[in-house]
Each structure stands twice: as C-alpha cells, then as structure tokens.
C-alpha cells in the first residue's frame, strides 16, 4: 500500500508555491502536496491506509505494531496511536501543517 499511495504522491511534492495557509502534508524529504492530492491518492485504499501511511512513515520499523493494532482495535486503535504520536513524540516526516502565509512550507 505504501507503495501505490508513494507513486501517486511523489509526483505532486514539492516545495512551495501553494495559496497562502492552504491546507498541505509534508511527505518526508519529498516535499509537501496539497492537502486535497494527499487525500485522493488513498481513495481506492483501504479504510485504515490513511492512517497506517501516516504511522510508517514516521515509525517505519513498526509495521507488525500497526497490524497488531488493527487487528484487536480497528481503525480507532490506530486513530488513537496517531493521535498520541503526534501528543508524544512529534513526527517530523509525514504529517498536515499548513502552508506559510507566502505560500512557502
């Protein structure tokens, strides 16, 4: 899955040049793609790819957690995780900000 979503998203990252506080995930040393491209490209995934996506790519070597929480918890447990990941430890790689007030990252 990672895959796939990487292939429709690499594309569009990039840099800057987006409308002034426009909505925008950062895709690791890729860049950043608008926040409506970042969503299309986990239509045709599965329910907890948006989230699992978000997960490995910041923890990549806990691919077996993520699975281990889907399958006793679902979609919340792994919500949840998110969530507390972002409370915690402060992902740096993937995640949603918004754009500067110049249309820079």
């Known amino acids: 899955m990672v895959g796939r979503v990487d292939a429709r998203l690499y ?4 840099r800057g ?3 002034p506080c426009e909505g925008i995930y950062r895709l690791g040393d890729w ?3 608008r926040e ?6 986990f239509e045709p995934e599965p329910e907890w790819a948006a ?7 910041n923890r990549p070597d806990e691919a077996g957690e993520w699975c281990r ?10 919500d949840r995780r ?9 992902p ?8 500067n007030d110049d249309g820079s990252c």
Do not use: Q
């Open 11 to 14: 594309p569009l990252a990039r």
């Open 17 to 19: 040049g987006f409308e």
């Open 31 to 33: 860049g950043y793609v």
């Open 36 to 41: 409506d491209d970042y969503l299309a490209a």
């Open 51 to 57: 989230t699992v996506y978000m997960l490995d790519g």
């Open 69 to 78: 929480l889907y399958n006793t918890g679902g979609v919340d447990a792994l």
């Open 82 to 90: 998110l969530t507390d990941s972002f409370i915690r430890e402060d």
């Open 92 to 99: 740096d790689c993937v995640f949603y900000t918004t754009a």
